[in-house]
């Protein structure tokens, strides 16, 4: 159950990244290193592209154009 801050569409896309992030620790379902895992993916593709955008700026479109440029990406934590 949700039980951090209230998000609209004047919330970017950052600010969700890490509300979600410290919804998940206080959770504590998951694995430490799974959330890690989420936050490193997250702060490496996600926020550096998409982070100040507010909610009400998102679009399908958008979104289906953002993710067709991730195709091919790599995620090796040793890439730069």
Do not use: F
């Amino acid at each position: 159950m949700w039980t951090g801050p209230n998000i609209t569409n004047e919330t970017s896309v950052a600010e969700l990244v890490d509300c979600w992030l410290t919804q998940l620790r206080a959770e504590s379902r998951l694995e430490a290193t799974t959330i890690n895992e989420y936050e490193r993916v997250l702060h490496k593709l996600v926020v550096p592209e998409l982070g100040d955008l507010r909610l009400g700026e998102l679009t399908a479109d958008g979104m289906a154009a953002y993710l067709d440029d991730l195709r091919g990406l790599s995620l090796d934590p040793r890439a730069p």
